[in-house]
């Protein structure tokens, strides 16, 4: 299987800074995303996001190679990478980006992590749950009650792992929702191309958990929100908290770090040291 990954320009510059942002935002979420932090900012340098592969879980896609398709248009452009920053899980990839940039192009680019934290069987579960809530409105009693099952029962089995949730709740609500377009008469082309952002979606997730982050994170800056459960405060309560080289933190909400002035002003000295 061939893996196609794009970065697409958020801002350009012609000053040689390339900064990596590294979220999933196509699926309608309510927090801020990168865009959102860069209109806040007053820094010079141009701005890439990544639009991953789409690839279903449990395709039998090798998570090293999904990766390493990231860097394949990083190569090809010929430019050197300034700063990584990675939001939530995008935190795991930007940390091995880290790495793998390091070794292409001699230096370790600066890493910041926003609530930085690993993927897991419950993130899955709640992260479903959000996209199944925004799609419940054309679903019916059956659909609802199969989905729900479908993200409940495997959470009670021993030996479930994270690619394993996730192959099984896009099959099941892939048939699921198959039923809902066809009674709600949408259109195919537009059902292929939610399935293709959802699937996409799911791999995002499923495949950070086949990366180690934790050393990686030790070099990072990581910018902390005041919601017990995200991010570094959420992996000190359960008694996992990595060592990051800094943490800045914020009495601002999860949903609002990549929008806040005052953190766009602590990231945009970040940049410039």
Same mark, same amino acid.
Request: aromatic share 10%; hydrophobic share 40%.
């Given at each position: 299987?061939?893996?196609?990954?794009?970065?697409?320009?958020?801002?350009?510059?012609?000053?040689?800074?390339?900064?990596?942002?590294?979220?999933?935002?196509?699926?309608?979420?309510?927090?801020?995303?990168?865009?959102?932090?860069?209109?806040?900012?007053?820094?010079?340098?141009?701005?890439?996001?990544?639009?991953?592969?789409?690839?279903?879980?449990?395709?039998?896609?090798?998570?090293?190679?999904?990766?390493?398709?990231?860097?394949?248009?990083?190569?090809?452009?010929?430019?050197?990478?300034?700063?990584?920053?990675?939001?939530?899980?995008?935190?795991? !990839? %930007? &940390? #091995? +980006?880290?790495?793998?940039?390091?070794?292409?192009?001699?230096? *370790?680019?600066?890493?910041?992590?926003? =609530? /930085?934290?690993?993927?897991?069987?419950?993130?899955?579960?709640?992260?479903?749950?959000?996209?199944?809530?925004?799609?419940?409105?054309?679903?019916?009693?059956?659909?609802?009650?199969?989905?729900?099952?479908?993200?409940?029962?495997?959470?009670?089995?021993?030996?479930?792992?994270?690619?394993? !949730? %996730? &192959? #099984? +709740?896009?099959?099941?609500?892939?048939?699921?929702?198959?039923? *809902?377009?066809?009674?709600?008469?949408? =259109? /195919?082309?537009?059902?292929?191309?939610?399935?293709?952002?959802?699937?996409?979606?799911?791999?995002?997730?499923?495949?950070?958990?086949?990366?180690?982050?934790?050393?990686?994170?030790?070099?990072?800056?990581?910018?902390?929100?005041?919601?017990?459960?995200?991010?570094?405060?959420?992996?000190?309560?359960?008694?996992?908290?990595?060592?990051?080289?800094?943490?800045?933190?914020?009495?601002?909400?999860?949903?609002?770090?990549?929008?806040?002035?005052?953190?766009?002003?602590?990231?945009?000295?970040?940049?410039?040291?």
């Amino acid at each position: 299987m061939t893996l196609v990954t794009t970065w697409t320009t958020l801002k350009e510059s012609g000053s040689g800074n390339l900064v990596l942002c590294v979220d999933f935002t196509e699926t309608g979420r309510a927090e801020a995303g990168f865009p959102d932090l860069l209109a806040k900012m007053d820094y010079d340098g141009t701005f890439w996001h990544v639009s991953p592969p789409a690839v279903t879980p449990g395709s039998g896609v090798d998570g090293a190679a999904y990766v390493r398709s990231w860097m394949e248009p990083l190569k090809a452009s010929g430019r050197k990478v300034h700063a990584v920053m990675g939001y939530c899980i995008g935190a795991v !990839y %930007a &940390a #091995e +980006l880290v790495d793998l940039l390091e070794k292409e192009q001699g230096e *370790a680019p600066r890493l910041i992590v926003f =609530d /930085p934290e690993p993927t897991s069987l419950e993130n899955i579960y709640f992260q479903f749950g959000k996209v199944f809530g925004i799609l419940s409105s054309i679903l019916n009693e059956e659909d609802v009650a199969e989905t729900r099952e479908a993200m409940d029962r495997p959470l009670q089995q021993e030996g479930v792992t994270v690619e394993g !949730y %996730a &192959a #099984e +709740l896009y099959a099941k609500f892939r048939d699921v929702g198959h039923r *809902a377009f066809e009674r709600a008469g949408l =259109d /195919p082309e537009y059902s292929e191309e939610m399935w293709g952002t959802f699937s996409a979606f799911l791999s995002f997730l499923t495949y950070a958990d086949t990366l180690d982050p934790w050393e990686g994170w030790r070099r990072a800056t990581a910018v902390s929100s005041n919601n017990p459960n995200n991010g570094l405060n959420r992996l000190r309560e359960s008694g996992r908290g990595p060592v990051v080289a800094e943490e800045l933190r914020f009495d601002k909400g999860h949903d609002v770090l990549l929008t806040d002035d005052e953190i766009a002003r602590a990231v945009t000295k970040l940049l410039e040291r």
